[in-house]
């Protein structure tokens, strides 16, 4: 479960750190503000760029701590530039960089609790991870990429998927 967990957000969440990068620097050569791409949306109902990654932090940061049997650490969504973001990326790094595989044990059985949708929910370990915070991971870090690929950041499919 560490592996399955760790190991996914971890990798994925720095490949966003390295787009995050590519589009300071799109900024930068295209002269956009940089206030421009952070509050960018692909459609107006949706969260801005910004939150989308706070909510890939969130959801890996939350997903983690709870398959530990720990309640999770909290971020303040305060980021406004693309350094903070990256901080803030780096926080969640090293939040869950800091948990053990033995932390883990009986991960795929413990009964997870959490709040979504206004509701109170329990799934065993293994379905929360596959079918609740891996999903909404991957949403909000697939989101973050595309707005950054409809602003015209020059991004391909090994930025989105980072090293091996």
Not at 26 to 40: D, G, Q, R, S
Not at 42 to 64: E, H, I, K
Not at 134 to 147: G, S
Request: hydrophobic residues 45%.
């Amino acid at each position: 479960m560490h592996r399955r967990s760790v190991a996914v957000f971890d990798r994925f969440l720095s490949a966003l750190a390295s787009v995050l990068a590519k589009a300071e620097a799109h900024c930068e050569a295209k002269k956009i503000k940089p206030e421009v791409i952070l509050a960018a949306r692909l459609f107006p109902d949706m969260f801005p760029f910004t939150r989308q990654v706070q909510l890939a932090c969130d959801f890996a940061v939350r997903g983690t701590a709870r398959l530990a049997g720990v309640e999770p650490k909290g971020f303040p969504d305060t980021e406004t530039t693309f350094a903070e973001l990256r901080d803030r990326i780096s926080g969640a790094r090293g939040y869950m960089g800091s948990f053990q595989q033995s932390d883990f044990a009986h991960a795929a059985e413990r009964p997870i609790h959490f709040r979504t949708g206004g509701r109170d929910l329990v799934l065993p370990g293994e379905e929360f991870l596959s079918f609740f915070a891996l999903p909404q991971f991957f949403f909000h870090v697939t989101t973050a990429y595309d707005i950054l690929r409809a602003n015209g950041v020059e991004l391909g499919k090994r930025d989105y998927m980072g090293a091996p």
